[in-house]
Every structure is written in C-alpha cells, then in structure tokens.
C-alpha cells in the first residue's frame, strides 16, 4: 500500500507525525497522527512534596504554563480539604482570564488568520501573519503585539514569571495586588476588551461577508458530528476556571453534569501502540473506534465544544456574539470543526470582558488572599479549561502531603481521536481517484488539526503562521515515488 | 547567499517554555535575523532536517538547542547539530542540567509506561498495550522513536560549547548572550554564560541572621513579606542558585526553586544546597539535625535536584550501566 508521510519540519516533527495510507487504486484507507514523546511526568511526580506540583506540572507545557499552574492548584485545595478565601478565587481567575486573552490572541493572528485573511490558496509566501500585516496594516501588527506583551507583563506581575509562573499555593495565592497593580490591569482589561472587540469584527469583515469562506466552514469536509466537553458556571454559562464539566451530544442532548472530582466515572483513557499519547473517551457511551455519532465515545474539548456545551456567555458582550454565531451557522450544537476559531474569538472577548470585571471587583486587592490548611491531606482533583480542553489533575498523598499518585488528563489529549479523524477526513475529501495530489492537500490538512491548537504541534504557535510541510509519497517498498513540499525552500 | 551567520534553534524533550522566552525578547527579534539567516527553528519557521543533514560539517554558525536526550530521535538531532554547528549552546534549564523532566531519572522506563499505559486509575487497557518503536496496521507499518531508561543532559551526548541556564531564560539574558556571541566577548567554551553571583544578591528581601530551628512548607506558613524567606525557615534555593532571573519569585512570596542551575563555580547544585541548608541549621546535635532536616525537607532529591538531577554525581537512582544506554538504544540509534 502506498503511504504519504507528512513530516513537518516544525514540532510535529519532535512531537507529532501523519502516516496516510493510500490503496492501490489511489484512496485515502487510513490516516494516522502520532505523537512520538513521553516525559513520565505522572511516575516522576511521585515522592514529591503536593505543593511542588504547581511548578513541576508547568513544565509539561510552556505554553500554556498557567494552565497546569492553575488546575494543580485547585487539586491542591481539595488535597488538602481547604476553601480559598473570595479574593484568592477572584485573583485566580483574573490571572487566568488574561492568560486566555493572551494565549487566544497568539492562536488567531499568528496561526488561524493566515487562511481565512488571506485565503487558503493565497501564494503561500504571503498566508502568514507578515502577509495579514500587508493587507490590512500595519496598525493590526501594533495591536497584536500590545495585546501580547500586556498579557505577559500582568501574567508575571501577578503571578510571578511570564513563563511558568510560581504563585499558586493550597488555599490561595502566594502574593495579593495593590491599588496601583489594579489599576494598571483593569486599564490594560480595557484596551484588551477594544482589541477583542476589533478581532472580531475583523473576522466579521474578511470571513463572514466572503461567500467562499462560509462554504468552507460550513462545508462537509471538516464536519464531526462527535460530543462536546466544556466546563459550566451555576447557569450554565461557559467558565475556565471553576464549575461542573458538561457533556453534550452531536444532537445537542445533554450527556452528562458532573463534578470534576468525578471525571472517572465519565472518561477513560485508551492505549494504542503507534503512539505514546493516550485515547480518552466517554465512558458510559463506549468506544466504538475513531468513529463520529451519538453512539461513539469520542468527545471533543475545544473552544467550539465549550460553546456547544454551555447555554451561554457569562458576559454581554460575549453573549452577543454567542448568539450571532450560532444564528448564523444554524442553531446548535455547531459541528463545523472550522467554526473553532469563531468560537476562539467569542471566549477571547469572555476573556477580557471577565478581566475587566474581576480587575474592578472590590475584593481583587483584599488582603485575605490566603487560607492555611489544617486538615490532613488526602486526596485532590483540580480541574480547569484549558485553552486546549478540559484539564485534569488527581492527587493522592499520605498524611504529610507527599504523592503517591498522580494522574493526569492534559488539554489537547481529550482531542486525540477527534484530531486523528479530521486529518483523515480531510485527507480523505482531498485526495481522491485520479486527482493529482498537490499543495492544496497540504494546507488542507494542516487546517483540519490547525482548528485544535493542539498543543503536541505547538508548531502551531509559528511567527510566519504556515509549517513547513513535507508530503512524500512512497511505493510499497519505501522508494519515494513523489515529494511534495510547502514553505520548505 | 547572504553572508550573515547561520543560526539554528531546536528542542528536544522540553515544555516550548524556552522557545516562548526567545519570541519574548520581541522586536530584538529582528536585530537577532538582521545578524543571522535563521535556517532552521522548527518551532517558528521554515527548515528542513534533510537539508541540515546535508550542509557541510560546521556549516552553522550556532545552534540553540533546548531540551534534554529522552528519545532515539532526539539524540539523532543532537548528534547532528552538533557536527554541523561551529557553537553548540545548551540552552535552558533542560539541554544544561536536564531540568524537571529529568526527576524521570528516579524511574526506570519500564516503571514509567506501567502507570501511564496500565495502572493509571483512568486507564482502559485490559490487554495491557504499550506504544512501541514498530507497529504493524492493517495499512503497513508505523513507528516511534526509542523511549530511553534515562534521560541525558545534551552535555552528557554531544560536546557542548556553552551553557545558558534557567527554566527558561529570562528574555534579558538571552538577549545578553545574543550580543556576547555577535561581539565575541565569550568566556572559555565549555562555560556557563551568565553571572557569577546568586539570586540571594539580587534579591530585594531584608537579611540578617539565619538560625533556623524549624524548616516549614509553603503551605504551612504565610511568611512576612519584607524578610528572608530562608530566615523564616522556608528551604529558599537563592542562597545556591546563579543570579540572572532577577529574584522574581521571592518577589512574588514564593521561594526560589532553582532553575537557573548552581552559582558560578559549583557544579552540583544539589551537594551545594545541602552544604548551605546545613550551615543555617541552628544546632550542633546530630540527633536533632536529623530531625529538623527530616520533618522539614521530606523528599531531599526533590528538593535539592529538581532542575539538576540528570546533570548530577548521582545522575539517576542506582541501576545497572547507570543511565548509558542499552545495547537496545545504541542499536535504535545508529540504526536511524
């Protein structure tokens, strides 16, 4: 059987990889992405002092550090049977609300934008983020650095380190802010609202109002009719930071409520040995195999699934365009796996309207930022939603908080199945009897995994907005027939 | 061709937290492509592996690698960078001293994939599958890099020219170390580019005498905001810890965890600190030593060699060949 080898010559190569197997006469038989590397974090951890995970779960991630900074955190308050006081819950999900604006933002312009801006079949030297400065100027360039370098500036004011920050403690937060930090963060929450604001309506004017566009969006191609996760408020309102995980049907059906505490009862994790990261599914649906329907397991944890799996925006003006996307695509439950970036630019606006209002909040520079512990530590679960999906940390320790166990559900693993079927969906759409393979495919898949932000390919992360990709398609015996390659020369 | 240098970046088994702090020097971004053609950084642009591999011996000028040796393709990529490259910079916390991801090294790798593909509490695995190098589908056959017993510091698999430390960099000091390469004003290679006093120096906390009693946890105490926190009993690794960072994290009431590797001259982060901790401790009886270490400091390799253990004397927990690699991974990796 014929194999294409997609070798990206950015992250996925360390950390990711695409096999897709043709047949003889020429179709798509299977598609298969690989993530060549384990660290052990969940081994290692063990013997550890609790308190430590905070920092150590990290650097799993420098990506999304505050991340596993925050969902350790909360596990470490269950551990250790503590309630932070209000104001070190409210510092937390501020801290957390600029991370997500700041994260969102690097995602959209740097990596989504370049498809939609310029177009998937623009040249490809132009389909990057210099190309988007081109087109609509340099003012667009100014904003998305001011929106970056703001959200570092707070992230490490507030907690510490722009990268891996070392802040979050059992029953609050290592250091409060003051009036004047409060200030600087809620007039920094403003621009950021504006910026939001002009995100989407430049996704308004380029995407929306482009026929073709919608077409591809909306399109059959990168259609996954699989369960949403995504983490509700007492309302049912999206939250990142604390509430009940939601799981919905393809049909839009609610699946499951439950506490995070509980998440085994719901997920379980399959191993398959062309790959070290894990399968997770649902549990009391089964898995059926890397299927879509309301009869297979998969789930997907992204900003679209989040959306799907609440029944609003906790916001005005998130809510707003809330309701306009699924207004325009259809009602819901939205399907599309495309739409993921519309539904980014909808929690960034979440993001930095909860900014603002925590940043105003007349608790955020009370002193109670921190409770001791005084019960004895046993076991925790911090959950939090990670820019990625839904992130998980269980903790078991003996009575002086040192681990015994530790496990780990980690963001883009939830998407694992899911990000393997829309490879081969796509692949599958492309390539075809009798049509030559060409630089479209490549693009195309890479937009297929592209919509997850995955962070295994945090290559998805590029300055220019376009990996390089190579495609080499080989005989059977491995001679390479044809090479095809994109941004590679 | 442009007579600019030729700069390459990689990572191997590291977090993306170094590449994050490169991008982080912003518009100094410019001024480093303005002295370099960046042909490879798989992270951010453009490169190919097939055309590194076939450059001249030296054709690089320097390479930034970040990410310690876990894998037979990571050693691949280091073997190669290194013969390609005139500089060869271990750089961060994980290519220095093998970082976080080297507290791996109290595991064996059959320990490691026995919780996470069988024992882990949400695992689904009744017949006990494990990812391996070569799996036959229905399709053909697929395949994965070795996963090795030990992790190795890039110093411990290739000769290293120079070393920046911190998990990761602070954004100033790799700019630093940008313009001492372009000027050439380089310490003897095989050195650290860094400062050569301690976080303690740069810290702005209040110090006076240390006599310490009692070592306390970070969740035990909410410590005074002014003084030292080693003072107050808090196992602060500022005391052994290369300056550079800036002393954010006792800022922010946090004690310094040691990231930026031993102070300049110590090569053992971990036998530094526990000579330090024993110097505060406010005793001369064996007997009560023991205790206070004992009740204060639970885990001493968690402590003492959370960014270092990979890089240290002891290197790994005791097992046969300590931590070279099997004849099973020398085969994967020559056969690649």
């Known amino acids: 059987m014929k194999r294409i080898s997609i070798d990206p010559i950015t992250r996925l190569e360390g950390h990711g990889k695409i096999d897709i197997f043709l047949t003889p006469e020429g179709e798509v038989a299977n598609a298969y992405v690989q993530v060549p590397e384990l660290r052990g974090f969940e081994t290692f951890c063990v013997g550890r002092p609790a308190e430590d995970m905070p920092n150590l779960t990290n650097r799993i991630c420098g990506v999304c550090p505050e991340a596993h900074h925050m969902a350790a955190t909360k596990a470490l308050d269950a551990l250790f049977h503590v309630d932070p006081p209000p104001t070190a819950k409210k510092l937390r999900e501020l801290f957390y609300s600029i991370f997500y604006a700041t994260d969102h933002t690097t995602h959209f312009y740097a990596l989504a934008g370049p498809d939609f801006v310029m177009g998937p079949d623009a040249p490809k030297e132009v389909r990057n983020i210099l190309g988007i400065v081109g087109k609509v100027g340099m003012e667009i360039a100014g904003k998305v650095l001011k929106m970056r370098r703001d959200g570092h500036y707070l992230i490490k004011m507030i907690g510490g380190r722009p990268v891996h920050p070392n802040w979050g403690l059992p029953g609050g937060v290592s250091r409060g802010i003051n009036e004047e930090q409060r200030a600087e963060i809620e007039k920094l929450g403003r621009d950021a609202v504006e910026f939001a604001k002009f995100s989407l309506k430049l996704f308004e004017d380029i995407v929306l109002k482009n026929p073709d566009y919608v077409k591809i969006v909306t399109g059959d191609i990168y259609l996954h009719k699989t369960y949403n996760m995504g983490t509700v408020d007492a309302n049912n309102h999206v939250n990142f930071y604390d509430g009940k995980i939601r799981v919905v049907g393809p049909d839009g059906r609610e699946h499951a409520k439950y ?160 990000i393997n079927m829309s490879v081969k969906r796509a692949a599958q759409s492309l390539i075809q009897k009798g049509k030559p393979v060409n630089e479209g495919l490549l693009n195309m898949v890479e937009m297929a995994f592209r919509a997850y932000d995955p962070c295994f390919g945090c290559a998805t992360h590029t300055l220019p907005g376009r990996m390089p990709l190579e495609v080499t398609l080989r005989g059977p015996d491995g001679e390479v027939i044809d090479r095809l390659a994109q941004n590679m020369d | 061709m442009s007579d600019k240098g030729k700069l390459a970046l990689y990572w191997a088994a590291s977090c993306g937290g170094c590449e994050i702090a490169v991008l982080a020097i912003n518009e100094k971004i410019l001024d480093v492509a303005n002295a370099f053609d960046i042909v490879f950084w798989p992270c951010v642009m453009d490169g190919k592996v097939r055309d590194i591999e076939k450059m001249p011996d030296k054709g690089l000028d320097l390479c930034l690698f970040n990410g310690g040796i876990r894998n037979s393709e990571q050693e691949y990529m280091a073997r190669l960078l290194r013969k390609k490259a005139k500089v060869l910079v271990a750089f961060g916390s994980c290519a220095h001293e093998g970082c976080i991801p080297g507290l791996a090294n109290m595991n064996s790798r059959d320990e490691i994939f026995q919780f996470v593909y069988k024992d882990c509490p949400s695992a689904d695995n009744p017949k006990g599958v494990l990812p391996e190098v070569e799996t036959k589908v229905s399709e053909g056959t697929l395949h994965l890099p070795f996963f090795y017993d030990t992790l190795k510091t890039l110093g411990q698999t290739v000769d290293v020219d120079y070393y920046l430390p911190g998990c990761p960099p602070e954004p100033e000091r790799i700019w630093d170390a940008i313009t001492a390469i372009l000027t050439g004003k380089l310490p003897p290679p095989g050195s650290v580019i860094g400062a050569e006093t301690t976080v303690c120096d740069e810290c702005p906390r209040k110090r006076e005498e240390k006599k310490i009693k009692e070592f306390k946890r970070t969740w035990q105490v909410i410590p005074d905001t002014e003084k030292c926190l080693l003072e107050q009993g808090i196992v602060c690794c500022g005391i052994a810890t290369r300056a550079g960072c800036g002393a954010l994290c006792p800022q922010v009431g946090s004690p310094c965890i040691g990231c930026y590797g031993p102070n300049a001259g110590v090569e053992d982060f971990g036998a530094r600190m526990m000579t330090a901790i024993a110097s505060v401790i406010d005793s001369n009886d064996p007997e009560e030593i023991d205790r206070i270490i004992q009740e204060g400091i639970p885990d001493p390799v968690g402590t003492f060699y959370r960014f270092s253990l990979a890089h240290s004397s002891l290197r790994r927990s005791n097992r046969a060949g300590n931590g070279k690699p099997a004849a099973k991974e020398e085969a994967e990796v020559s056969g690649r």
């Open chain 1, 259 to 418: 506490d995070a505490k509980d998440y085994r009862e719901y997920i379980a994790e399959r191993t398959e040995p062309w790959s070290y990261l894990k399968f997770p599914y649902l549990k009391k649906i089964g898995w059926k195999g890397f299927v879509d329907g309301v009869d297979s397991g998969v789930y997907k944890a992204t900003p679209l699934s989040r959306l799907n799996a609440a029944d609003g925006m906790a916001t005005p003006l998130a809510q707003t365009e809330y309701e306009r996307m699924y207004d325009t695509l259809g009602g819901k439950p939205v399907n599309h796996t495309l739409a993921t970036h519309w539904a980014r630019l909808v929690e960034l606006l979440y993001a930095t309207e909860r900014w603002v209002e925590l940043a105003t909040d007349p608790e955020i520079t009370g002193k109670e930022f921190r409770v001791l512990p005084t019960e004895t530590p046993t076991e925790g679960v911090g959950s939090v939603e990670a820019p990625r999906g839904t992130l998980t940390h269980h903790f078991w320790t003996d009575e002086r908080g040192i681990l015994t166990k530790v496990n780990l559900v980690v963001g883009t693993t939830n998407n694992n199945a899911p």
